[in-house]
């Protein structure tokens, strides 16, 4: 089944299947992170730089700051939800999440 | 790669766009497939249409291109009668009402809450009377600014209206510049104030005089390449080209050709001039220019007017902004009325316009700060429309704070926006204005609001700049502003330095009082951005703090999180969209 991933309207959003499914402007928990030196980052989600899919999960690197210490960049791939029976479940955000470089190619935007 | 807008862009782009939108039109919302909303949306953009955030689904910003901020008589009746009949949506908004009109930070209009099906009337309504939403937004040459008053202003030395003229002409609804890797924003501006904003453009043309034949001859100097977005601000630089008001189009045809063949389509965030003239350089820029075209040479630039500029510039003598009333070259007057984050209720547009008729030509102009302007209104006439009670309300000789204030859109409609922003930003200035006195001296002290880092409100170029951003308080999730420091334009501009970071939206207002004091106690004849620009990183840190007062901030929420903040019930689960034509909800079960 296709799955059809975009960011969009200066990557203030990804849409999966043509629907509006994770906006900027969320703060997510990341751990076992590079982006900056804190234990656990609190990040504000201010772009989506990238997306793609990995089988079924729909990952992005996003832009934007840890509102712990400041910094600001972009965090390296991370699950931003699943896609399960044609219908996309977004991860918590403020749960703890962990971001991941990619061991092979992500496979961009609107695949088959 | 390609990305997916090229893509679609290479499908359907341009004036086509149209059809398929009225057809769209006339089927309903609904008739547009599910699976091809995104790449529609996207077109959209290209007709002024922009579909508004995640909860408001179905209804849509539309954004009418007024160059150089002009409407001509009538126009402004037309754009109310709009406004009060199509652009209302399910909720009012409590300091505008249902019904309002928001002039940009680029002279343009914009409206909300426009539904699909009624966009071929509008677009009738508009286009009968000269008006046009094309190329409003989307990839292409956006609308063109400039100093409002051109034609009308004894600060000009080059008459720049008839070029920006000329060149809305030339460059709307033309195919071989209507795709374009990313917009383009153009600058003509022929007066010594500065307020063309050249500086914060794709392509400018400032006011320049050079020898050519042994005569003086004025024109413009070229500068290309600036911009504010995406934290990687810059200003335009001058690529050493002065060309007459005759030659202004070939060298903006040569330019946005140039970058239509040269721009990065591959990443639309490094797609800007600003990122080409970063990896060419200035010379490399003129030099493929010249070479491939332009088929005359480029004279070298002329001597410009920089020196000069009022505008934004830091300085307590002038204004430089067109507010208040001034004298034409004609003898009549144009008085520019100030407009609180650009946004009026319809009620009081139509009440301008019918001002405007009466005691003007019935031209009104829009200016970069959000800003009206009436023109031609004789000096017999000046006292009676000065005694106008609409002018209570937008005056003609603000408080600083309500004269500084500008505000993008915000959360309120906008995909990208962290935080509230316009009536935030109403408060803020009343608030300001009833507890802080300004040090001596300071006449303009502008404070620009966006809410987030695309920089539609021009943050980096004000003395105050507030971006939006979030912080915890008391463990809580609040919206928050990274602050800045003495941004401006002028001979040398400057861009803000963003001293305090993840300032609750609460303690923002303590914060500018704070700074004020100790721009009052520890300064001498310095003007604030003399003040702020002496001191180093570590010193403006320890200037002030952030504080709580008995300022009230209504939003400190996530209002992303909303359908709509102003919402009795704004839950996202409670939105009554996406709607049908007259309003009515549509359900996952229709």
């Known amino acids: ?24 402007s969320n703060l997510w928990r990341l751990a076992r992170q590079e982006f900056c030196g804190c234990e656990m980052a609190d990040f504000l989600a201010e772009g989506f ?9 729909i990952e992005a690197r996003i832009a934007g700051q840890c509102i712990a210490c400041g910094a600001s960049g972009v965090t390296d791939w991370l699950a931003v939800g699943r896609v399960l029976d044609g219908e996309f479940r977004p991860v918590v955000p403020e749960s703890v999440h962990i971001p991941c470089r990619r061991s092979r190619l992500a496979r961009p935007a609107s695949l088959e | 790669m390609s990305t997916n807008v090229e893509g679609w862009k290479d499908e359907v782009y341009g004036e086509e766009i149209r059809e398929h939108l009225f057809e769209f039109a006339e089927e309903g919302w609904e008739s547009i497939p599910d699976d091809e909303h995104d790449a529609w949306f996207e077109r959209f953009k290209w007709w002024g249409l922009y579909h508004q955030r995640n909860g408001q689904e179905s209804y849509f910003m539309m954004r009418i291109g007024t160059p150089n901020g002009v409407l001509e008589p009538g126009q402004l009746e037309v754009v109310a009668d709009i406004a009060d009949e199509y652009a209302r949506g399910p909720a009012d908004n409590p300091e505008f009402g249902g019904a309002y009109c928001d002039w940009t930070t680029r002279q343009s209009i914009q409206l909300h809450w426009i539904r699909i099906e009624d966009v071929p009337e509008i677009f009738d309504k508009l286009e009968a009377n000269g008006l046009s939403t094309m190329q409003a937004c989307g990839d292409s040459w956006r609308n063109i600014v400039g100093c409002p008053v051109a034609g009308k202003d004894k600060h000009e030395h080059v008459d720049a209206w008839p070029v920006a003229e000329q ?4 460059f709307k609804g033309n195919d071989a510049y209507e795709n374009l890797p990313r917009k383009w924003k153009v600058s003509v501006t022929g007066c010594d104030e500065g307020c063309g904003q050249g500086d914060i453009n794709d392509l400018a043309f400032e006011p320049a005089r050079k020898e050519i034949d042994g005569e003086e001859t004025m024109g413009f100097n070229v500068r290309v390449g600036g911009g504010l977005s995406r934290k990687e601000p810059r200003f335009a630089r001058d690529i050493d080209v002065f060309c007459t008001p005759e030659d202004a189009p070939k060298v903006s045809a040569g330019m946005s050709a140039l970058f239509r063949d040269h721009g990065d389509r591959d990443d639309r965030f490094n797609a800007r001039i600003k990122f080409l003239v970063d990896e060419w350089g200035t010379e490399k820029i003129r030099n493929t220019l010249q070479e491939e075209y332009v088929e005359y040479e480029l004279p070298s630039a002329g001597d410009d007017l920089r020196e000069q500029y009022t505008y934004n ?6 204004h430089g902004d067109h507010i208040g009333v001034h004298e034409q070259p004609d003898g009549n007057y144009y008085v520019g009325l100030n407009v609180m984050v650009g946004r009026m209720g319809v009620d009081d547009v139509r009440e301008l316009a019918s001002l405007a008729d009466e005691y003007g ?15 031609d209104v004789p ?23 309500m004269r500084g204030s500008i505000a993008c859109t915000g959360t309120e409609f906008c995909s990208l926006s962290i935080v509230e922003t316009k009536n935030r930003q109403v408060r803020y200035a009343r608030w300001l204005k009833e507890n802080v006195e300004l040090p001596a001296g300071i006449q303009d002290f502008h404070i620009h609001l966006s809410g987030c880092t695309a920089s539609c409100a021009q943050p980096q170029i004000a003395d105050i700049s507030l971006r939006g951003m979030k912080t915890r308080k008391d463990g809580e999730p609040v919206e928050a502003f990274d602050i800045g420091l003495g941004g401006g334009l002028g001979e040398d501009p400057h861009f803000a330095d963003w001293i305090a970071m ?7 207002p303590g914060y500018i009082r704070n700074v004020l004091a100790a721009y009052e106690d520890e300064s001498g004849e310095e003007s604030f951005r003399e003040f702020i620009a002496a001191r180093d990183e570590e010193e403006l840190e320890a200037l002030a703090e952030p504080e709580e007062t008995d300022y009230a901030d209504p939003y400190m929420h996530n209002t992303k999180m909303t359908w709509y903040p102003y919402a009795d019930e704004d839950e996202m689960d409670d939105r009554p969209t996406p709607a049908r034509a007259d309003g009515t909800p549509i359900t996952a079960d229709d």
Do not use: C, K
């Open chain 2, 361 to 375: 030509s019935g031209e009104v102009r829009l200016t970069q700060r959000q800003n009206v302007i009436v023109t």
């Open chain 1, 49 to 57: 730089v990238e997306v793609g899919v990995d089988t079924r999960a």
């Open chain 2, 167 to 170: 060149l809305h002409e030339e």
């Open chain 1, 1 to 24: 089944m296709s799955i059809d991933v975009h960011q969009l309207d200066a990557g203030a959003w990804i849409s999966v299947n043509d629907s509006r499914e994770v906006s900027v």
């Open chain 2, 379 to 401: 000096e017999g006439s000046l006292d009676a429309f000065l005694d106008e009670p609409l002018l209570e309300d937008y005056s003609p000789d603000p408080h600083p704070f």
């Open chain 2, 502 to 508: 993840r300032v609750a939206a609460d303690e923002v």
């Open chain 2, 313 to 318: 510039a830091g300085r307590q003598d002038e």
